[in-house]
């Protein structure tokens, strides 16, 4: 496709449940990054990969979020044992380098609803 | 810490007004700076970057920005605004040696009204 896409787009599940979201960055891109957009903490990195590889987990807010990347291509992240704090907006993003003069470019988000 | 400090959470202008909107960031070595913006039910999207060079930047529909170092700034500013530019906008710095990750600030809700 032309862009970022995600899936699923909406996600709504039970406290304690485990969930995947899924990132489809842009053909080529070897760049990606997650971010989360939440009402209380805007906009928050969470973790970039560089291929297949995540030089940066830094914004990873516990142990129960991990995330991988496979084939230099699609990157799940997964959220086990979910709590109510984990609801947010999840963005994906993907560059073309890692360069910082590549602009990232961001899908749609998969919006996370913990009950 | 590196961070970005949006001062207005929401701007409400009528259309043709001129459009200024603040950030400034916390960092003391080189940066890359960017706006983003998200219209209603679309993703966040580049509007404009500075990486060196002209401080003054112009970017997507009519919008510009000026890099303003001794005052750690980077403002959006635009002419005249229309009605299609309700949405909102979000600086973002990139730091050297910072894995080319995005630091955002909370964002600028801008509603334009006919």
């Known amino acids: 496709g032309a862009g970022v896409s995600q899936s699923p787009s909406n996600k709504v599940t039970e406290k304690g449940k485990d969930v995947e979201l899924r990132c489809d960055p842009i053909?080529?891109?070897?760049?990606l990054y997650w971010y989360r957009q939440s009402l209380g903490q805007g906009l928050e990195f969470l973790i970039y990969?560089?291929?297949?590889?995540?030089?940066?987990k830094s914004g990873l807010p516990s142990d129960r979020f991990s995330a991988e990347r496979t084939g230099g291509s699609v990157s799940t992240l997964t959220i086990q044992r979910t709590q109510q704090e984990d609801s947010a907006v999840y963005l994906c993003?993907?560059?073309?380098?890692?360069?910082?003069?590549?602009?990232?470019?961001f899908g749609p988000g998969t919006r996370l609803t913990v009950l | 810490a590196q961070s970005v400090s949006q001062h207005n959470h929401h701007v409400i202008l009528s259309e043709a007004a001129s459009l200024e909107l603040g950030c400034n960031y916390s960092?003391?070595?080189?940066?890359?700076l960017f706006w983003y913006v998200q219209y209603p039910g679309q993703h966040l999207q580049l509007l404009l970057k500075?990486?060196?060079?002209?401080?003054l930047v112009k970017g997507i529909k009519g919008f510009e920005a000026e890099f303003i170092k001794s005052k750690f700034s980077f403002n959006l500013r635009k002419p005249s605004v229309q009605w299609s530019d309700t949405a909102e906008y979000f600086c973002?710095?990139?730091?050297?040696?910072?894995?080319?990750?995005?630091?955002f600030g909370a964002g600028t809700r801008l509603a334009v009204h006919p």
């Open positions: 993003a993907s560059s073309l380098l890692a360069d910082s003069t590549d602009t990232q470019y």
């Open positions: 053909s080529g891109h070897t760049a």
């Open positions: 990969f560089q291929g297949n590889s995540a030089p940066d």
């Open positions: 960092y003391g070595g080189t940066v890359n």
């Open positions: 500075y990486f060196s060079g002209d401080p």
């Open positions: 973002a710095l990139m730091f050297s040696g910072g894995y080319n990750k995005l630091i």
